[in-house]
């Protein structure tokens, strides 16, 4: 179902309380603070990717029909990687075209999918090659309780798949592999059928069905190549990785314990309210990523995460096109952000998830400040007593954030921490 057409119910938000229980609760002032992280990056992703892909020179590719995978996340260096992959392919006189291999994403549907990867900027255009969407699967074959490993039929019938995809911590589960090259096979190019199939083992056996379900696409489907990416802490491309399907498990492996090192986090100790301008799809699977937050649907516990008491949305993305999944892990929610949920999205991705908690309605609160005293109201501190907040964007942005003035004595001890500029008062315009 199109997002655009698709209206919420939640018209019981028009009589919702304009001021909350105890307002007028005194707010902490908030300073700007950079949280230092590695820098290293990418600086030519085109020449990176081509010379990742010098693995393949040798593999005569004249007339074939390469698949290459596009998932539904905003990662930033993806659109140039997949572009310098089409142009590689297409110089070696190959027929290159783009899937999406996003799972049930898109509503589930072979439109929503298209949908999804336009808003990331992934069209027939900026690619230079066509992208063939459908929802039809090829089975190739089963893990236990007759669990099916599935794959997208356009792929499964091309000469080739090239499985382009950024390896990181994932937001439900812990294993040797998490979001990466394996998961991209097994869950986004199962398509709808195929990941709902592994959803229903749930979270708990992924560290053991996805690179079960990986090792038959490896056996039956023609994976060719992968490209495996990281970002640092900045979303900025940290690496690209070209590799060959006999060193998969091996490579995916270690990047990944490169890329939890890598990532961001956030550099404080116990929040009392952690206030986020934005969640969705295009920022985490999670629309939180729970490695920063330490919430996650599963229940899984995430190290190196602060204790944080209420966390409050105040909006989601364009990219994620109502799909609001990951809403159950705040406490409070804007009026705002409530308007912009497409329910058919965001249920048909909790019930394919198989994690209902993800997709439950926070408090809804008529504005942002209203949004914030509420949730003020609900940490169960002191009222006189000062108050540690955390302001940021989103849980992928993390470089610059707000922090209430309550830390500067923790931001002043760490070297990782330093303020930009001097405190304001808690601001709503």
């Not at 307002?23 to 010379?51: C, K, M, N, W, Y």
């Not at 029909?65 to 310098?84: D, H, P, W």
């Not at 516990?301 to 204790?307: D, E």
Request: aromatic share 4%.
């Amino acid at each position: 179902m199109s997002s655009k057409k698709h209206k919420t119910s939640l018209q019981f938000c028009e009589y919702l309380p304009t001021i909350a229980p105890n307002s007028g609760l005194a707010l902490p002032d908030l300073v700007p603070v950079h949280q230092h992280f590695s820098t290293d990056r990418i600086e030519d992703i085109d020449q990176e990717t081509r010379r990742q892909l010098a693995l393949l020179s040798k593999t005569d590719l004249r007339g074939k029909q390469i698949a290459i995978t596009a998932g539904s996340r905003g990662i930033k260096g993806f659109v140039e990687t997949l572009k310098a992959i089409v142009a590689q392919l297409k110089a070696w006189e190959a027929k290159p075209f783009i899937v999406p291999a996003m799972g049930s994403h898109g509503g589930a549907t072979a439109s929503g999918q298209v949908e999804v990867l336009e808003s990331l900027g992934i069209t027939e255009n900026s690619m230079g090659a066509p992208i063939r969407s459908s929802m039809e699967i090829v089975e190739l074959g089963k893990l236990d309780r007759n669990t099916v490993v599935c794959c997208d039929r356009l792929a499964f019938e091309s000469d080739g798949i090239i499985v382009c995809n950024r390896v990181k911590a994932h937001t439900g589960f812990l294993g040797d592999y998490e979001s990466g090259l394996l998961k991209m096979m097994a869950i986004g190019l199962g398509k709808h059928i195929g990941t709902t199939s592994l959803h229903q083992l749930g979270f708990g056996q992924f560290h053991r069905v996805i690179p079960e379900a990986a090792a038959l696409f490896l056996e039956k489907a023609p994976i060719l190549f992968g490209v495996a990416i990281i970002e640092n802490a900045h979303s900025q491309t940290a690496s690209i990785s070209g590799i060959l399907p006999h060193d998969l498990f091996k490579r995916e492996k270690e990047l990944l314990t490169i890329a939890k090192n890598t990532m961001g986090r956030l550099l404080v100790s116990d929040i009392d309210l952690l206030d986020v301008d934005e969640i969705g799809k295009d920022i985490s699977g999670g629309g939180m990523d729970s490695n920063i937050t330490g919430r996650a649907a599963s229940g899984i516990k995430r190290p190196n995460s602060p204790n944080i008491k209420q966390i409050v949305i105040r909006d989601l993305t364009h990219a994620t096109a109502g799909n609001s999944l990951g809403m159950g892990m705040a406490d409070v929610m804007t009026r705002r952000a409530a308007d912009k949920i497409n329910l058919a999205c965001t249920y048909t991705n909790v019930l394919t998830s198989g994690v209902p908690l993800a997709g439950k309605l926070p408090i809804i609160a008529e504005n942002d400040r209203t949004a914030i005293e509420m949730a003020h109201n609900l940490c169960g501190t002191n009222p006189n007593s000062p108050l540690r907040v955390a302001h940021i964007r989103n849980t992928k942005d993390l470089e610059n954030i707000w922090l209430s003035t309550t830390y500067l004595s923790e931001i002043e001890s760490n070297p990782d921490l330093s303020t930009m500029g001097e405190p304001r008062a808690y601001e709503f315009d």
